[in-house]
Nanobody, 117 residues
Framework: QVQLVESGGGLVQAGGSLRLSCTLS?????????WAWYRQAPGEQRELVAE???????TYAESVKGRATISKDLAKRTMFLQMHTLKPEDTAVYFC??????????WGQGTQVTVSP
C-alpha cells in the first residue's frame, strides 16, 4: 500500500521559516514521476504550491516564489518543502502529492501550518 506521510507543520510567527517533509512508502521512490505540495486554507480550494517532476522541472505558485524550495532525497525517500519569510496568508493545511505518470496518484493526510501575525 502506497503511503505519503507529511510532517513538519506547526505554529510559526510571521517572518519565520519551516520545512515540511513527505515520506513515501510502498512504492519505488524513483518511480514517482511528479511530486508536489498543495495547500488548502479554510473555505478555499486546494491550490498548487510547488511541483517537482522526475525530470527536474520545478514550478512554484506566484504567491510563494522566492520564499519556497521544493526538493527530494532519494536515500531518505522523502520530499521536502522549505519555506521562509512566512506570512499569515500561508496558513493552510499542506498536502503532499505524488503520481507515477501512468494515472496512479497519491495524497498525504495533510499537515497544518499556522502563521501568526
Amino acid at each position: 500500500q502506497v503511503q505519503l506521510v507529511e510532517s513538519g507543520g506547526g505554529l510559526v510567527q510571521a517572518g519565520g521559516s519551516l520545512r515540511l517533509s513527505c515520506t513515501l512508502s510502498g512504492m519505488n521512490f524513483a518511480s514517482v514521476y511528479d511530486w508536489a505540495w498543495y495547500r488548502q486554507a479554510p473555505g478555499e480550494q486546494r491550490e498548487l504550491v510547488a511541483e517537482l517532476t522526475n525530470g527536474g522541472m520545478i514550478t512554484y505558485a506566484e504567491s510563494v516564489k522566492g520564499r519556497a524550495t521544493i526538493s527530494k532525497d532519494l536515500a531518505k525517500r522523502t520530499m521536502f518543502l522549505q519555506m521562509h519569510t512566512l506570512k499569515p496568508e500561508d496558513t493552510a493545511v499542506y498536502f503532499c502529492y505524488a503520481d507515477d505518470g501512468w494515472g496512479a496518484n497519491y495524497w498525504g493526510q495533510g499537515t497544518q501550518v499556522t502563521v501568526s501575525p
